[in-house]
């Protein structure tokens, strides 16, 4: 995406700077030609330390617009921040309002990334929503011009936040894949396997178990001389168990474990047929997914979950397959189901690719940013003078912190919540699969004791047969015994 954004930007003749977080690996600041611009700020999803993590993200932040202002000396610049959290709203608007006082002309644009699964999926929490309010009524009081924008990248995630805020809600797509290459549509015909990709995180979230159960199924199946799976394990430690057995298999599987460059990835994705893209749509309701958009844009033909972004894009692009989320067998009947039908859905997997590309596109992405808000209002409310906190850092910080406090504890819930869910989920599963096989042995044995019962019928026949005979023959005058009686 930055290196899409860099270079539409150098075509616009745009002044363009991109900063990176300071941990990034060296393999991809070396590959994306990036250099980190400044320490890392924890997500705040992810740290044990949450109020140090939103200290962190204001202190760099100032320290990145204090600069950009000293560069552009009161003339107008955009921020886009593409991983944003509700909490960073606040900052970014109190930042706003300081520098705003200054006279420097700043527009601000927060793509919300950090996004509670829980509320998005209509399971509402009373904690979390007084959470977004209360993040509202601070974006209004510093920020009355209206200069920060909020954005998402997915209509799922608008239609879950936007009654929560007093402005609009923007939808601006990513550019997460280049606008003007050439959609490549190369038969398959020829192949006497067709290759079965998965190239995303080694997470439950990710579905990388359900990879692992789906191939051991199909193993078993009449299709599986007709299929290559080909899997490449991120670099971490989750699933550990899973990744061992994953390499324990040698049959109709290739196991990729490197760091993929950008060209490495592209190759990857030319070389599959089907992509597979099994999150679980309890932990990925409404994310977007740059390896479905590159999927699609390839023209592969995807396997995805039911009820996620992911499946609403099927309805206009391309051409997949979708399955119960959460469940291998699903997606192993899936998997069966795009091979069975893979002449067929090659027919569909070009359909709307060039507007797909289009719409994220950052050609599209900078058009988007430029677009005014049909709901803003500039100017109105409290001149930036009369705000209260207008020069403490220390309140903002309090305020923020305070909700982060409501976050955490409704957050912590969730987690516990969603990760009882998938253990419930894998429980049932694996509880379904041993009442399946105990139903198939029932069925055996019902089968076995049909076979004997009517060998026991014959037997008897036979036996009354004999009897009868003897009868006949003891009855009659001239009988002897020839031959043993068998």
């Not at 992810?46 to 003339?75: N, V």
């Not at 740059?290 to 039911?306: F, M, N, R, T, Y």
């Not at 206009?316 to 069966?336: K, N, R």
């Not at 406090?405 to 516990?416: C, S, V, W």
Request: overall charge negative; charged content about 25%.
């Amino acid at each position: 995406m930055g290196r899409a954004i860099g270079q539409e930007a150098e075509r616009q003749k745009i002044a363009y700077r991109h900063f990176v977080n300071g941990d990034v690996t060296s393999e991809i600041a070396h590959d994306l030609g990036l250099a980190p611009k400044f320490d890392f700020i924890a997500g705040l999803e992810w740290t044990d330390d949450p109020s140090g993590a939103l200290m962190d993200f204001l202190k760099q932040s100032d320290r990145i617009l204090a600069k950009e202002c000293e560069l552009h000396r009161g003339s107008e610049f955009d921020v886009f921040m593409y991983t944003a959290h509700p909490l960073h709203l606040p900052i970014i608007a109190y930042l706003l309002s300081k520098y705003g006082r200054d006279g420097s002309k700043i527009t601000a644009h927060a793509c919300l990334f950090y996004i509670d699964t829980h509320f998005c999926r209509g399971l509402k929490s009373g904690s979390y929503i007084t959470l977004l309010e209360k993040v509202s009524e601070l974006i209004e009081l510093f920020d009355p011009g209206q200069k920060l924008r909020i954005c998402v990248d997915s209509a799922r995630t608008k239609r879950a936040y936007e009654s929560y805020f007093e402005r609009e809600i923007k939808l601006l797509p990513l550019p997460l894949v280049y606008e003007n290459e050439p959609v490549r549509v190369v038969s398959k015909q020829e192949k006497q396997r067709l290759t079965i990709g998965y190239v995303s995180d080694r997470t439950k979230r990710a579905g990388y178990d359900l990879v692992f159960h789906a191939y051991k199924k199909l193993s078993q199946s009449t299709l599986f001389s007709k299929i290559q799976f080909q899997v490449k394990h991120a670099p971490r430690e989750q699933q550990a168990d899973i990744y061992q057995q994953f390499h324990s298999e040698s049959e109709n599987i290739t196991n990729i474990d490197k760091f993929l460059t950008d060209q490495e990835y592209m190759q990857f994705i030319a070389d599959c047929d089907v992509i597979l893209l099994p999150y679980r749509s309890e932990r990925y309701p409404c994310q977007t997914s740059g390896i479905l958009l590159d999927a699609l844009c390839e023209s592969k033909i995807v396997v995805v979950p039911e009820n996620t972004w992911m499946a609403d894009q099927l309805e206009d692009y391309g051409a997949g397959v979708t399955f119960i989320s959460g469940d291998s067998d699903s997606l192993a009947e899936a998997i069966e189901a795009a091979t069975s039908s893979f002449g067929e859905l090659q027919q569909g997997r070009a359909r709307n690719i060039p507007k797909l590309r289009k719409l994220h596109s950052a050609r599209n992405l900078f058009e988007s940013l430029r677009s005014p808000d049909s709901k803003r209002q500039t100017g109105v409310g409290k001149e930036i003078d009369d705000l209260p906190f207008s020069d403490s850092t220390e309140s903002v910080l309090l305020q923020s912190l305070s909700l982060m406090l409501d976050l955490q504890d409704a957050g912590d819930t969730i987690r516990r919540r969603d990760s009882l869910i998938i253990s419930r989920g894998d429980e049932v599963e694996k509880r379904t699969h041993q009442i399946t096989s105990l139903e198939g042995q029932i069925t055996s044995l019902e089968g076995q004791i049909t076979s004997l019962e009517g060998q026991v019928d014959s037997l008897e026949g036979r036996v009354n047969a004999a009897e009868r005979g003897l009868v006949k023959m003891k009855s009659s005058r001239s009988w002897k015994i020839t031959a043993p009686l068998r």
